[in-house]
């Protein structure tokens, strides 16, 4: 597990043995796994256990604006 970000009192995490569709994990008060790119090929939310709306709000919103740079580190990890 590596924390690739932390913002908004948010870590986010990428487990560097994972499977795929690539994807991250947001670690607050709960946790939630956000696929990088879905169907339109932008962010989307995958599971959520427990982790606040407010907080899952800016999760998406996090992960959106580094996208580019957390879909980079996953294909250097799991090619």
């Known amino acids: ?4 970000h932390r913002e908004a009192g948010l870590r986010f995490v990428i487990f560097t043995d994972d499977h795929e569709p690539a994807h991250v994990h947001v ?36 992960v959106r604006e580094q996208q580019a740079m957390l879909l980079k580190f996953w294909s250097e990890h799991h090619d």
């Open 27 to 62: 670690l607050g008060d709960g946790h939630a796994k956000i696929n990088l790119s879905g169907a339109d090929g932008l962010p989307e939310l995958a599971t959520n256990d427990r982790l606040k709306s407010g907080d899952l709000r800016k999760a998406m919103r996090v």
């Open 1 to 4: 597990m590596v924390t690739v």
